[in-house]
């Protein structure tokens, strides 16, 4: 019997697909936000169900700048999912952070400028607390998938999530390394954060493509090296996500991702706009019942 629908994927770059997904149909979602990236894909592995979502839109067709992240986590929220994890392919900032290994990483340092990062707005303030913008337990469950893996994880690092959809200079690649980066890309921020707002937990695996710009022995990132290191990580990633719907968290969170919202609301409700409130039902309800 089918597990409850708790888990949702959103695909990076190279990743437009789980392979193996069963018995799927397809979710076309519309929310107040607008529309998600495409359609998200209702699947299962090994009896758990699994939403799948390909961030960049069939054919890569949306640049991380014009990725519309609220619409993505609403529609993913309205479908039921609790927890979800992200896959993105990033750049190396540390020598021992290989090209071909995974980073759960567990800090975020957001230099984007013109994303929408936030849900609330019309009239309705919220302050949400991202002192750890990872789902500390989600990120130890995946960590945990990749037990058996051949593959060479980490289990932290501080991604620097740039703007793009360029890549980075080699003064910004070194400043980020001199502030102690461990890695860079570009989908993070604002994902992260409007997952929290939506009280979801949020974790990520990181793959590493290349080392940036910074490295004086290596080549430059380019999309064609990009492409061939995730092409190799493809495997890992598939059979650490087969491997944690075998064995997903169980029972009711723990961690306090679905109670984010509880300290966070700052707008006395009654002056609260109603097309607002209505819009951001989804995601207040509980905290403005009358």
């Not at 994927?9 to 936000?33: C, D, M, R, W």
């Not at 169900?49 to 839109?57: E, K, Q």
């Not at 991202?130 to 990120?139: I, R, Y």
């Amino acid at each position: 019997m089918a597990k409850k629908n708790l888990l949702a994927v959103i695909g990076g770059s190279g990743i437009y697909q789980i392979p193996g997904l069963s018995k799927t149909k397809e979710h076309a979602v519309n929310t107040p936000f607008g529309k998600p990236s495409g359609l998200i894909v209702e699947g299962e592995i090994n009896d758990q169900r699994i939403f799948f979502l390909a961030r960049h839109g069939t054919g890569h067709s949306i640049s991380p700048s014009e990725v519309n992240y609220r619409a993505n986590i609403y529609a993913l929220k309205s479908l039921g999912v609790e927890r979800v994890i992200s896959v993105n392919a990033c750049g190396s900032l540390r020598e021992d952070y290989q090209p071909g290994d995974l980073v759960i990483p567990d800090q975020i340092l957001d230099m984007t400028k013109y994303r929408k990062n936030t849900f609330f707005e019309d009239g309705f303030v919220a302050h949400i607390g991202v002192g750890d913008p990872f789902c500390p337990d989600l990120s130890s469950h995946l960590l945990e998938a990749f037990k058996d893996s051949d593959a060479t994880v980490h289990d932290n690092g501080t991604i620097a999530v740039i703007e793009g959809p360029r890549f980075s200079t080699r003064a910004e690649s070194n400043t980020f390394r001199s502030w102690g980066m461990s890695i860079v890309g570009m989908t993070s921020a604002p994902e992260a954060f409007l997952a929290r707002e939506a009280e979801l937990c949020y974790a990520s695996i990181a793959h590493i493509t290349d080392y940036d710009v910074w490295h004086s022995r290596e080549e430059d990132v380019s999309v064609e090296m990009v492409m061939k290191i995730i092409s190799k990580n493809t495997e890992y990633i598939k059979d650490a996500l087969a491997c944690f719907a075998q064995n997903p968290p169980e029972g009711e969170r723990n961690c306090g991702c679905q109670y984010a919202l509880k300290s966070a609301l700052i707008t006395n409700p009654v002056v609260i706009p109603e097309s607002t409130r209505k819009k951001l039902d989804l995601l207040v309800s509980k905290y403005l019942e009358d």
